[in-house]
Nanobody, 123 residues
Framework: VQLQASGGGLVQAGGSLRLSCAAS????????MGWFRQAPGKEREFVAA????????SYADSVKGRFTISRDNSKNLVYLQLNSLKPEDTAVYYC?????????????????WGQGTQVTVSS
C-alpha cells in the first residue's frame, strides 16, 4: 500500500496550489482519504478529509472557504486545492487513508500515510 503526495512548491501569499495524492497497491473503496500538515516544531494537524463517495467532507476551521478536497476513484487520486494561501499555511502536507464510512479527523486513526510534499508560502 502506497500513497504518493505531490504538487507542493513555493508560492506567494494569495496564490494557489493543487496537491495530488496517488494511491496504489490496493483498492481504496470504503476508505476515507485525508490531508494533514505539519509545520516545523509543531504537531501534525488535520486539514481536510473526504469519504469514498465524496458525499461527505470535513475541513479544519483554519482552511474552510480556502481549501477544497476532492477525489477521483477511477484513478485512485485525491486532490487538495489550496487557494488564498497564507504564510501560516507553510508546512509539509501529507495524505492518509483509513477504512471508514465516515470522515475521520484524528491523526492516530489513519492507517496509511504518504511521504509528504512541502508547501511554502512567502509573504
Amino acid at each position: 500500500v502506497q500513497l504518493q503526495a505531490s504538487g507542493g512548491g513555493l508560492v506567494q501569499a494569495g496564490g494557489s496550489l493543487r496537491l495530488s495524492c496517488a494511491a496504489s497497491g490496493r483498492t481504496f473503496s470504503n476508505h476515507v482519504m485525508g490531508w494533514f500538515r505539519q509545520a516545523p516544531g509543531k504537531e501534525r494537524e488535520f486539514v481536510a478529509a473526504i469519504t469514498w463517495s465524496g458525499g461527505s467532507t470535513s475541513y479544519a476551521d483554519s482552511v474552510k472557504g480556502r481549501f477544497t478536497i476532492s477525489r477521483d476513484n477511477s484513478k485512485n487520486l485525491v486532490y487538495l486545492q489550496l487557494n488564498s494561501l497564507k504564510p501560516e499555511d507553510t508546512a509539509v502536507y501529507y495524505c492518509a487513508a483509513v477504512r471508514r464510512n465516515w470522515v475521520v479527523t484524528t491523526v492516530k486513526a489513519y492507517e496509511y500515510w504518504g511521504q509528504g510534499t512541502q508547501v511554502t508560502v512567502s509573504s
